[in-house]
Structure formats: C-alpha cells, structure tokens
C-alpha cells in the first residue's frame, strides 16, 4: 500500500506559478500510473492530468493544458505539478493519486489519495 503526501501549495497571484510535489512511500512508486486532481470550493472533485508509470504519456484535462505540466522522478517517488499562468478559477485544494491497474483517470478509478494541497489565487 502506498502513502502519498502533497506539498507547496499555497496562496499566489493570478498570472503566477507553483510547483506541487507529491512524495509517495511505503510502495513501488514506479509500478504506479499517477494523477492530479482538483477541488474547487463547493464543487466536485475532477481530473486534472495524469501520467503513466514511465513517464512517457500523459494525459491532460482539455482546459488546462499548456499551463499545467505533470513529471515524475521514480528514483525520488516524487510526482510534480507545475502550474503556470494561474487563474482564480484554479483556487483548489490539489489531491494526488496513485492507481495499479486500469487506465481510466476517473476518481472511482484511482486506488490511493493524498490529503490535498490547498492552492489559492488571488486576482
């Protein structure tokens, strides 16, 4: 089983960046396909990108791509969201997941979850 924990959120003006990390432990990180997902306030929980275990394909949500770049480093257990040219339509709190098997990137699909990271951005 797998524990992944989200860092660097925070609170940025529109038209700024962050970078989120997620670090995975206490599974075979590089046996994992990973994704980002998103809160808004008062919304559901959706699809942000996703990438495979190799690193090699990844999948975007169509509005946010070009601004949101997905990587992964199997050697750290580490999976990065860089966010850039944020809106105050992007303010979230950011989850990470982890799944084994499948390939949808749909919530029921994903086996383990981060706690979030709240990201916040001010116009």
């Known amino acids: 089983q797998v524990q992944l924990a989200e860092s660097g959120g925070g609170l940025v003006q529109a038209g700024g960046s962050l970078r989120l990390s997620c670090a995975a432990s206490g599974g075979t990180f590089s046996s994992y396909r990973m994704g980002w997902f998103r809160q808004p306030p008062g919304k559901e929980r959706e699809f942000v990108v996703g990438?495979?275990?190799?690193?090699?394909?990844?999948y975007y949500a169509d509005s946010e791509q070009g601004r949101f770049t997905i990587s992964r480093d199997n050697a750290k257990n580490t999976v990065y969201l860089q966010m850039n040219s944020l809106k105050p339509e992007d303010t979230a709190v950011y989850y990470c997941?982890?799944?084994?098997?499948?390939?949808?990137?749909?919530?029921?699909?994903?086996?383990?979850w981060g706690k979030g990271a709240r990201v916040t951005v001010s116009s």
């Open positions: 990438i495979r275990v190799s690193g090699g394909s990844t």
């Open positions: 997941a982890a799944a084994q098997s499948g390939s949808s990137w749909s919530n029921y699909a994903m086996e383990y």
